[in-house]
């Protein structure tokens, strides 16, 4: 990978935004889900999440995957598994809902770790997602229509949060907060597509990137790399 896209992705890495995430609750349209993962990635969020139960999990996921490759798509059975993992993080669990309870999702302190959960594109949050959020929000609305685009609605949310993120300083960091194996995962699958493909086609472990943005990698390696793909 040349100098210019190295010292990109690095800058990437530095600004993404780890205890921010969404969490899409039967979100079963492919270009739903494709437009709140490209939204994720244009605000710095590293890991979406998503609630597709039995059989469908296996085809949404697949969906998901080639939506960005710079996001992670992080699948659970149930909400109650969501949230569990999610609380365990730390993070405040913010459900999109029109009721007496929700406030203003511009009232909220997004500098704190959360996640935004968006529910079906017909029904909405599920009443056990309710019980299990620590806060209803809401996007006011003055119009007729009382609900907007789970792909709209997430894209709002996620702005206000970047804003606030960015007043706090949150992205003007020199080191990312990922971890080392995270960031050369990225740095091998976005500098050097092609060799990401083969080495993962033939099963082969990821080579580290250098300092300069070179593979590091023994005779071995690229002999397999170079070698025809192996036989099933």
Known sequence: MNAQRFARIREMLAARQHDLTVCMELVHKPHNV?????????????EVHAVWPGSRMRTMA????GSNSWVQVKTHPTIADAVTHLKGQGMQILATHLSDKAVDFREIDYTRPTCVLMGQEKTGITQQALELAD??????????????????????ILYEAQRQRQNAGMYQRQESLL??????????????????????????????????????ADPDWWATMQASVRKK
């Open 34 to 46: 494709s437009a709140v993962i490209r939204t994720a990635d244009a605000v710095g969020v590293h």
């Open 62 to 65: 697949s969906a998901a995957a």
């Open 135 to 156: 806060q209803e929000i809401v996007i006011p609305m003055v119009g007729m229509v009382q609900s907007l685009n789970v792909s709209v609605a997430s894209a709002l």
């Open 179 to 216: 971890s080392y194996s995270e960031q050369q995962r990225l740095l091998f699958e976005g500098g050097y597509p092609v060799l990401a493909r083969v080495a993962k086609h033939k099963g082969l472990p990821y080579p580290q990137i250098s300092e300069t943005g070179e593979v590091i």
